[in-house]
Nanobody, 125 residues
Framework: VQLQASGGGLVQAGGSLRLSCAASGSIFRFSFIGWFRQAPGNERELVAV????????NYADSVKGRFTISKDGAKNTVYLQMNNLKPEDTAVYYC???????????????????WGQGTLVTVSS
């Protein structure tokens, strides 16, 4: 399984970016697929994740109302639309997928066996 993340960059506060995560094969084989991020000196944290086989999605409180995760099953791709970006959103964003995570385990990075290479998002004030 390969996950290819793209779409990061430099943007001013209040701006928008869309991240893409292309999987090598069907995303419906995963229980969860989504995005984590890690800022310097911080632990990796959940940003947004969705259940591949349903429309259920979950977000970190810090991004609710600003970020939207979506999927295109035909393209085996998951997207993260990020609006009204803030400097505190600056981080490396990782696409991740899990086959084994169940229920609230979606919040746990160690439950994700597959990771993309990361894409840097920098938000200037």
């Amino acid at each position: 399984v390969q996950l290819q993340a793209s779409g990061g960059g430099l943007v001013q506060a209040g701006g928008s970016l869309r991240l893409s995560c292309a999987a090598s094969g069907s995303i419906f084989r995963f229980s969860f697929i989504g995005w984590f991020r890690q800022a310097p000196g911080n632990e990796r944290e959940l940003v947004a994740v969705l259940s591949s086989g349903s429309t259920n999605s979950n977000y970190a409180d810090s991004v609710k109302g600003r970020f939207t995760i979506s999927k295109d099953g035909a393209k085996n791709t998951v997207y993260l639309q990020m609006n009204n970006l803030k400097p505190e959103d600056t981080a490396v964003y990782y696409c991740a997928a899990s086959i084994t995570a169940y229920g609230f385990e979606y919040q746990t990075p160690s439950k994700y066996a597959y990771w993309g290479q990361g894409t840097l998002v920098t938000v200037s004030s």
